[in-house]
C-alpha cells in the first residue's frame, strides 16, 4: 500500500469492526498503524506530523525529513453510530494535494480555527531541520493575537506581517520568489522542490503562510488577491503550504456590498467549524466520505507541553546558527584587507583613469591576510612584457549555490574600498529579483533595479546605459578625445559598470521588443562602451537559450566561472576546460586569455561575503560620503521607494514656497522608471487642461485628491477648491475631506451641485475679459457615476459639467474627475476628450484611456498620460506620493486627523 491516509485506512478497519465483531477493532486498528508508520520510513517522511505531540518527552526521538510533511493529523473522528472504541482514530488529510487548508468560522469558534492552524504549522516545524522552513504569519486583524505560540518562536517574529502594505509587498515578493525557483533552480530538470531537495545540495527552503481573517485586506487589494490566488493553484510545486482562516460574517457582510467573492473557492481545502461545532468539508478528498459515517473533532486545544516545544524549537534555531557561524568563521576572509584600508591613508585614493584594480579572493593555496590576493582587472592593462591589453567586459558563469552572487558582492565591496564614488559607479539590473537588498544605501550605487517580473523596466535601464554612452560620445566628441583616459585629463568622470544578473531573462522574455532592443544594446555597450568607460559584467548561470552575438561574446574576454556542469562550462570556457566541475561552493576560475584554456585558469577562493556581512561595510562607505566628498548624485532605486515622501523632497517644496508665478505645477509622485524629474500635473490657463481619474483603488485615488487639493492652494492663498461629495454614504472615503471645509475649500454634498455649477460658468463668463487672473479654481469630483441622473441621456447637468470643462480651463478653472469604471459613465469618452491629463488606477478598465492599452496592477503605483512624449516601453508609471511628512500617514483608518494635519500647515 502506498502512502493513503492514516484515517481513511483506521475508518475502513473500525467499520468492518463494528459489522463483524467488536473485539477484533483494536487489533484490526494497530495493524493498519503499523503499516502506515512503516510507509511513512521507506518514502522517508517524518512521523511528526502525526505524533502525539504531549506522548513525546524529546521531540528529537522521532527524527526529521527533508520532505514537507504533507500528510497531517487534524483531530480525531468519532463515530456517528456512537461506537464506543477506547483507541482514538486521528483525522489525518493531505494538505499538500488540497492546496492547503482554510479554515473557516464564525466570530464565537475563531479561537478554535486558529489553534488548529498553530497546532498544524508547528507539526510541520518540527518535521523539518530548521533551515528548511520559513513560516510567515499575515494577521492585520488580531496583530498576532491569534497566533501568540508561534509568534514566540524567534524564526517566525522576523516573518509577521500586520500592515496593509507590508501584507501586500510580501505576499507579491513571495509570487516573486516562486518564478525564481523555477527559471533558476528547477528548470527544466525538476517537477517540483521536493524532487529538487532530494537530489540537489544546497536546499530550497520550504515556506508555510498563514493568512489570518480572509478577506479582511483583499477586499480592496485585488492584486494582493490575485497574489494570494497564484500562491495557492502554484504552492504545491514550489514548497508553498497556504494555511488560512476566513471570516465567514466578514465574507459575507463584504460579498455584496463592494463587489467581494470568495475568489478562492474551490481552489483550497476547507473545514467549516459550524455554530454547533460539527465539522463540514469541501475540496478535502479524505474527508468527503468520511463524513457518511464520522464526525470529526479538531485540535483545537494548543498542546499542554507548549513552553517545552517552544524552547525546543528556540534551541534548535540557536544551535543551527552557531554551526553556521562557525562554518562562516572558517570561511576565507578579506577581514585583515579590510582594516588594513580603514586604517591606511589609502582609502578613496585609486583612480580609474586607465583601469580599475580589484582584490576577488586568494589563490587556493592562499595564507590568510597577507599581500597574495588575486585582483580582477577592467581596463586598460599592462602585461609582464610590457604590452598594452585590454579586459573591458566580464561573464560570470554558476550554478544555484555556487557562490555567485558572493562574487558580485566581493566585486562591488571591494572595488568600493578603493575607488570613491567619483571614480566608479555601479549600475545593478538584477533579474533575480531578491539577491542586493542592501545596496540600497551605498553611495557608488547609480542605478539599482531589482524586480524579476518586470522585465521591460529591466529594459528601461539598459537604454539608459544607452543614453549614458550616448551622452559620454558628445563629452568627448567636444573635447575633442577619443579614450576614457584622454578624458580625464580635462574632467572627472566615473567609469560605470554595469552588472547584469540572469542577463538570459532579457532573451527568454515573451516581449520581443525586448528581446530585440535587449540584444541590441548589450552588442552596443560591448563593441564599443569600453572607449566610454562603461563596462558590462554578465552573469548567469550558463549560456543555453542565450540570443548573444559571437562578436559581442569575443569582446567579453574576462571570463569568471563557479560550479559548472559540462556543457555550460564549454559554452563560456573552451570544450577542453572542464576545471569548473568539481569545484566546491566559492571556488572559481579566473580566466581572461581569450583562449580559456584550462593551463590559463588562476582557481580564486572566495571571501564569504554575504547577507548581513554586507551591511557594515556600506555603512562604513555611506559615512565616508559626508565626511570626505562634497558629492551629490542622482541615484534611482527601481522599482520605487514604499514611501516616497511628499514633505522630505526638497525640490518640491522649496519650488511651491518660492514659487513667483504662481504656476499650478501639482506634483503626484516619482517616477517608477529613470528620469530626472519628478512626475507632476500643470494647470495652466489653456484649454481642456483638466485630470481625468479612472480605477478602483480608492486609497490611491484620495491620496492624489488629497496632493492636489494642497498643492493647488499652497501656490495661491487666493485659489479655491471646490469638492462636490459624490462619494456613496457607506463609503468611508464620504467624509474625509469634511474638515476642510473653510473659505478656500468649499465643500459641497452635492445637495445644491448645479447651483456651483451656475456659479462656476457664470464666473468663466466673468473671466473672459480678465487680462490677469488673481486667483484659480480646482472643482473635483470624485466617484461622479455614482450620481445616476448624471447617466441620463441629455442630461442638463452633464450638460453643464461638460461646458466647465470646455471652456473652464482657458480662463482658470480646471476640473479633476474621478470616475470607477471606464463604463460606469455615459459620457466618459466626452470627458476624456475634454481632459489632457489622464491617471489610471487600478481596476475598471482604466486602461483604455491609456495611449498603450498597459495594463495597472500595481497597488499604489498609477499610469499618468501627460501631453509630454509617451511610449509603450517607457510609460510615465508612477510610485505616488505615499504621505505627507515622516510623522504620519495616509492609511484606511485616520484621514480626518490627517487632512487637518495637512492643511494646517498651509497656515
Keep these: ?245 476566513t471570516d465567514l460574517d466578514l465574507l459575507k ?94 582609502f578613496w585614493t585609486s583612480k580609474s583613469d586607465e583601469n580599475i584594480r580589484i582584490p576577488l579572493g586568494f589563490p587556493v593555496n592562499y595564507k590568510p591576510y597577507n599581500s597574495n590576493h588575486s585582483y580582477f582587472h577592467l581596463g586598460i592593462l599592462t602585461d609582464e612584457k610590457g604590452n598594452k591589453v585590454g579586459n573591458y567586459h566580464g561573464l560570470i558563469g554558476g550554478e544555484t549555490g555556487s557562490g555567485k552572487s558572493v562574487l558580485i558582492n566581493n566585486l562591488i565591496i571591494n572595488s568600493c574600498y578603493y575607488y570613491s564614488p567619483e571614480e566608479l559607479q555601479f549600475i545593478i539590473i538584477d533579474l533575480k529579483g531578491n539577491e542586493y537588498p542592501e545596496y540600497h544605501k551605498l553611495p557608488h550605487i547609480k542605478v539599482l533595479f531589482q524586480d524579476s517580473s518586470k522585465i521591460d523596466i529591466g529594459l528601461n ?176 532605486l527601481l522599482p520605487g521607494e514604499e514611501d516616497v515622501l511628499l514633505d522630505s523632497n526638497t525640490h518640491i517644496t522649496e519650488s511651491i514656497s518660492k514659487n513667483k508665478t504662481k504656476e499650478n505645477k501639482i506634483y503626484v509622485g516619482t517616477p517608477y522608471f529613470i528620469k530626472e524629474d519628478d512626475n507632476y500635473i500643470s494647470f495652466n490657463p489653456e484649454s481642456e487642461n483638466n485630470l481625468l481619474m479612472i480605477g478602483q483603488d480608492y486609497n490611491t485615488a484620495y491620496r492624489l485628491l488629497s496632493l492636489l487639493i494642497k498643492q493647488f492652494t499652497a501656490y495661491n492663498p487666493e485659489n479655491k477648491v471646490y469638492y462636490l461629495n459624490y462619494v456613496p454614504k457607506s463609503s468611508k472615503f464620504y467624509s474625509v475631506f469634511n474638515i476642510l471645509n473653510s473659505e478656500k475649500f468649499k465643500l459641497d454634498k452635492s445637495n445644491d451641485a448645479e447651483g456651483i455649477y451656475d456659479l462656476l460658468i457664470e464666473e468663466i463668463t466673468k473671466r473672459k475679459d480678465i487680462e490677469h487672473l488673481e486667483s484659480e479654481y480646482l472643482l473635483v469630483l470624485p466617484q461622479l457615476n455614482t450620481d445616476s441622473s448624471l447617466n441620463t441621456r441629455m442630461s442638463p447637468l452633464m450638460a453643464k459639467i461638460k461646458t466647465i470643462l470646455e471652456t473652464g480651463p482657458a480662463v482658470g478653472i480646471y476640473s479633476v474627475v474621478f470616475v470607477e469604471s471606464y463604463n460606469a459613465l455615459g459620457e466618459i469618452n466626452s470627458l476624456n476628450n475634454l481632459s489632457k491629463f489622464k491617471i489610471a488606477l487600478r481596476g475598471g478598465e482604466s486602461n483604455r484611456i491609456m495611449p498603450n492599452k498597459a495594463s495597472v496592477d500595481d497597488d499604489g503605483f498609477i499610469y499618468l498620460s501627460t501631453p509630454i512624449p509617451y511610449t509603450i516601453m517607457n510609460p510615465d508609471y508612477v510610485n505616488v506620493f505615499n504621505s505627507y511628512s515622516t510623522n504620519f500617514q495616509i492609511s484606511d483608518l485616520g484621514w480626518k486627523s490627517i487632512i487637518e494635519q495637512l492643511f494646517n500647515r498651509l497656515d
Design 1 to 245: 500500500m502506498g502512502i493513503d491516509t492514516l484515517g481513511n485506512k483506521l475508518l475502513q478497519d473500525i467499520d468492518i469492526a463494528y459489522d463483524e465483531a467488536i473485539n477484533t477493532r483494536v487489533l484490526n486498528i494497530q495493524e493498519a498503524v503499523n503499516e502506515i508508520v512503516n510507509d511513512f520510513k521507506v518514502k522517508k517522511h517524518s512521523l511528526m506530523g502525526v505524533a502525539n505531540l504531549d506522548a513525546l518527552n524529546n521531540y528529537s526521538q522521532i527524527p526529521t525529513s527533508e520532505i514537507i510533511p504533507s500528510l497531517i493529523k487534524i483531530g480525531y473522528y468519532k463515530h456517528l453510530r456512537n461506537l464506543d472504541v477506547s483507541t482514538a482514530i486521528p483525522t489525518i488529510v493531505d494538505i499538500g494535494s488540497s492546496n492547503g487548508l482554510n479554515i473557516a468560522y464564525t466570530k464565537v469558534n475563531e479561537e478554535n480555527g486558529c489553534n488548529l492552524i498553530q497546532n498544524i504549522a508547528i507539526r510541520i516545524a518540527l518535521s523539518l531541520p530548521d533551515n528548511f522552513l520559513n513560516v510567515k504569519i499575515f494577521d492585520a486583524s488580531s496583530n498576532g493575537a491569534n497566533f501568540s505560540f508561534l509568534l514566540a518562536l524567534d524564526k517566525v517574529k522576523t516573518n509577521f506581517y500586520s500592515t496593509e502594505n507590508t501584507i501586500h509587498n510580501e505576499l507579491n515578493n513571495v509570487l516573486s520568489e516562486l518564478t525564481n525557483i523555477q527559471t533558476d533552480k528547477l528548470s527544466f530538470q525538476y517537477q517540483t522542490v521536493e524532487e529538487y531537495n532530494q537530489k540537489e545540495s544546497v536546499k530550497i527552503p520550504y515556506q508555510v503562510l498563514i493568512i489570518n481573517n480572509y478577506p479582511d485586506n483583499f477586499i480592496y487589494r485585488r492584486d494582493s488577491l490575485s497574489a494570494l490566488k497564484k500562491i495557492i493553484e502554484n504552492g504545491k510545486k514550489y514548497g508553498v503550504i497556504v494555511l488560512m482562516t
Design 253 to 346: 457582510k463584504n460579498a455584496t456590498g463592494f463587489g467581494f467573492t470568495n475568489e478562492i473557492d474551490g481552489k483550497i481545502g476547507t473545514l467549516e467549524i459550524l455554530g454547533d461545532g460539527k465539522v463540514k468539508s469541501s475540496g478535502i478528498k479524505e474527508l468527503d466520505d468520511a463524513f457518511k459515517n464520522f464526525s470529526l473533532i479538531i485540535d483545537s486545544e494548543l498542546p499542554a507541553k507548549l513552553s517545552n516545544i517552544i524552547t525546543f524549537l528556540n534551541n534548535r534555531l540557536i544551535e543551527h546558527e552557531k554551526r553556521e557561524k562557525e562554518k562562516s568563521k572558517n570561511a576565507f576572509s578579506f577581514e585583515g584587507f579590510y582594516q588594513e584600508a580603514k586604517l591606511s591613508n589609502n
Design 461 to 636: 535601464v539598459l537604454e539608459y546605459i544607452k543614453s549614458i554612452y550616448e551622452e559620454r560620445v558628445q563629452l568627448f566628441k567636444k573635447a575633442k578625445v577619443n579614450e576614457f583616459s584622454q578624458y580625464r585629463t580635462k574632467e572627472k568622470l566615473p567609469r560605470l559598470v554595469c552588472i547584469i544578473d540572469e542577463f538570459q531573462s532579457f532573451n527568454q522574455s515573451e516581449n520581443n521588443e525586448v528581446k530585440r532592443k535587449s540584444a541590441e544594446i548589450i552588442d552596443l555597450i560591448v563593441g564599443k562602451g569600453r572607449a566610454y568607460g562603461i563596462h558590462l559584467i554578465l552573469a548567469s548561470q550558463s549560456l543555453a537559450n542565450v540570443n548573444i552575438n559571437s562578436a559581442s561574446l569575443t569582446n567579453i574576454n574576462v571570463r569568471l566561472v563557479l560550479r559548472l556542469d559540462e556543457q555550460s562550462s564549454r559554452q563560456i570556457l573552451s570544450p577542453g576546460n572542464n576545471e569548473t566541475l568539481k569545484f566546491p561552493d566559492l571556488q572559481l576560475a579566473y580566466n581572461n586569455t581569450r583562449g580559456y584554456e584550462k593551463n590559463d585558469n588562476k582557481i580564486i577562493k572566495l571571501p564569504f561575503l554575504k547577507g548581513n556581512l554586507i551591511t557594515p561595510h556600506i555603512d562604513y562607505f555611506e559615512s565616508k560620503l559626508t565626511e570626505q566628498l562634497n558629492y551629490n548624485k542622482k541615484k534611482y
